[in-house]
């Protein structure tokens, strides 16, 4: 080939940019092409004569000779993947093709950056694991554990706290985790998210970060489109020069969305609340209920014992309601769950079934004489006058009951039995227990 057409094509191949390299049998850089530099950040001559595994990322090395080692025995690879360290410590992920040429004892390969590609699919994998996280939690804590893991595998983080405001605007920390415990790291990052707190805005988040000879320390605003939930704190190690400006733009990125994430979760937590619970009361609903009473009649067929589902109905609640307005008939509703709920143990349950009905299951009883000691201790609980808006107002149940086995052996038999036995306690005058009879 004429020398002016090498030269010339030797020009050309600086101008790609991609990187040109060749290296020896040891695997020491011979050539580099001119887009060596810009995807290295190092001067053509600072690499020449030195080992390219010098400039790999220490995870990625032992793959690396692997695929060295195959392609000097004669293969060809088109779709090798590595990481190399940047003069600037930052990490460049590579695409490399690469052949052995035998007349020149070279391996001679063609480095393509795909970093930009490597992150837009981290981030992608991370939205849908953020989104993912937000349906599969079990609750809060475990939500703020899986969005840990999620922010880990995007950053090399050794700290990660959730900050959350309170209705008052004040900042607690219902998640922490510190990979070293460290009490300083604790106090810099509760006092991080403080800063944050107060430099928060209505407009953009805020990002704030502090640096020291060990780590930095990035911040961010959790901020949904509806509200400020609170504050996002990592920890980075700083072994190397890392670039906290693009590890800051990415975690603002990230934290978008696990606001997005923690408002979702937290909306399906109260709606399941609202189809479990009763708004006046916090009481099971019914659906709760059964399925709590299912539960305990299982149990108590495996272990051959006893339970009893109690019918309670307040005698004389709508003048109540008619007298002094429903404001206080609700008011007297939250009273009398409060009372019945101080009755039971903690293996029981009380439910609102609607009106003024409730109905408790007891569960692992020892006699029948001790499912009527408690009906008439709640009796006689009930029966206390209560005072609401300095009116002083007495009020009655009537409790039917029925039990397991003797009545039946379904929730519903036991239910309309105990519903039967506390309508013949109304005809009685109130006031009163009824037990169902075989």
Known sequence: ????????????????????????????????????????GYPTAEMLGKSMLSFVHPADRAKTLEA???????????????????????????????????????????????SKLKQTEARQRALYAISEAAFAAEDLQALYRHLQEIVQQLLPISGFVIARLTAVGTVFLPYQFFSASSEQSKL?????????????????????????????????????????????????????????????ELLEFVAQHIATAIERKELLARLHHYALYDDLTQLPKRELFYDRCRQALA??????????????????????????????????????ALRLQQCLRKNDTVSRFGGDEFVIL???????????????????????????????????????????????????????????????AKQQGGNCCVLCHP
């Open 299 to 336: 149990n108590a067929q495996r272990n051959s014992s006893s339970l009893a589902i109690c019918y309670l109905d307040l005698d004389g609640f709508k003048p109540v309601n008619d007298e002094f307005g429903h404001a206080i008939g609700d008011a007297l509703l939250q009273q009398v």
């Open 68 to 114: 060295a080692s195959a392609i000097n025995s004669g293969q060809i690879r088109l779709d090798f993947e590595n990481r190399y360290i940047r003069k600037d410590g930052q990490i460049v992920h590579l695409l490399w093709s690469a052949r052995w040429s035998a007349d020149k004892q070279q391996r001679v390969a063609v480095a393509r950056d795909i």
């Open 362 to 424: 007891f569960s692992q009883l020892t006699s029948v004489a001790a499912v009527q000691a408690k009906a008439n201790a709640i009796r006689l609980a009930l029966s206390k006058p209560f005072l609401l808006n300095s009116h002083a107002i007495s009020i009655t149940p009537s409790i039917g009951i029925a039990l397991y086995p003797d009545n039946g052996d379904t929730a519903e038999q036991l239910l309309a039995l105990a519903d039967q036995a506390m309508y013949q």
């Open 188 to 248: 810099v990052a509760e006092a991080l998210c403080r800063r944050l707190r107060v430099a928060n805005s209505d407009s953009l988040p805020v990002v704030v970060e502090e640096l020291n000879q060990q780590s930095a320390w990035l911040g961010v605003i959790l901020k949904s489109p509806e509200m400020s939930l609170g504050a996002l704190v990592v920890q980075i190690a700083q072994s190397s020069n890392a670039n906290n400006a693009a590890d800051a």
């Open 1 to 40: 080939m004429p020398a002016s057409l090498y030269n010339s094509l030797g020009e050309y191949v600086d101008l790609l940019l991609d990187a040109v390299c060749a290296v020896d049998s040891e695997g020491r850089f011979e050539f580099l092409s001119g887009g060596a530099e810009r995807i290295f």
